[in-house]
């Protein structure tokens, strides 16, 4: 009872910081648990912010480190193009990924789900862009688990157009280059850190599965930065591409 308390206090804490677009110090008697409690924080945010989900994101520090993830907002999800003030986030970094979409639903089931059925469910990728901001007093220097219940770092989502799934797809190394203003940020070759983004994604079905939630077709699912995390010093418009895949942008004002 304590920790379910001790669970909806946080979640009230920085749900009321989303709304806000402030920040907010977590009093080390909040702090989660274990990772299992930093989920049930998400969940309690969304539910305290009367939030949707629109998609997730996924993501790992390395080829074969633990993966851990968050539900996204559907209210902050936008396609193609966006204007993101920037006065509405505390921080504000941009870092270019690619998404996915399912073409089939995933409901909650005795059993898991194979990786293979899970790939071959998919129906669509994209670049996409996301605004990495905090609620979080101090950040980055704040402890994991409490990131991790402040929905992991995220502000917003941009997804570009989506292209039909390939298997064959470069997604170890593609080609990427991330600039503003026509200024390049990042470019060359990208590489992400959980090494190919494709084995996140039963992570994420077993993940809902085991948490009873569904993950609807056509959920937006982004999978870790190409091109690490960058603070662009001023407004201007960002725009993202990885070869193969139609661009992206936003404009931050």
């Known amino acids: 009872m304590q920790t ?19 920040t907010v110090t977590v009093p080390p008697a909040l702090e989660p648990a274990d990772v299992e409690s930093a989920y049930a924080v998400q969940q309690h945010l969304l539910k305290y912010c009367q939030l949707e989900t629109g998609g997730w994101k996924i993501g790992a520090k390395s080829e074969t480190g633990p993966i851990q993830g968050a539900p996204l907002p559907r209210s902050r999800i936008h396609r193609r193009h966006a204007a993101i003030a920037l006065r509405d986030y505390p921080v504000l970094g941009v870092e270019l990924e690619i998404a996915f979409a399912f073409g089939r639903d995933f409901v909650p089931q005795a059993a898991p789900v194979p990786e293979r059925e899970v790939w071959d469910s998919l129906s669509g990728f994209c670049a996409s862009i996301e605004i990495v901001s905090s609620r979080l007093d101090g950040w980055p220097q704040v402890p994991k688990l409490v990131q991790l219940a402040d929905l992991q770092n995220h502000g917003a989502l941009i997804v570009g157009e989506m292209a039909s799934y390939r298997h064959d797809f470069a997604f170890a190394a ?75 942008s936003v404009d931050l004002a």
């Open 174 to 248: 593609p080609q990427v280059d991330l600039r503003i203003d026509g200024v390049p940020l990042v470019g060359g070759i990208g590489s992400n850190p959980a090494g190919d983004p494709r084995r996140l994604l039963g992570w994420l079905v077993e993940h809902c599965r085991s948490h009873g939630l569904t993950l609807p077709a056509g959920s937006i699912v982004t999978t870790g930065s190409y091109t690490g995390m960058e603070f662009p010093a001023r407004a201007g418009r960002v725009t993202g591409e990885i070869a193969g895949l139609p661009p992206v």
């Open 4 to 22: 379910f308390r001790s669970n909806a206090a946080l979640a009230t804490l920085l749900g009321a910081a989303y709304v806000d677009h402030a």
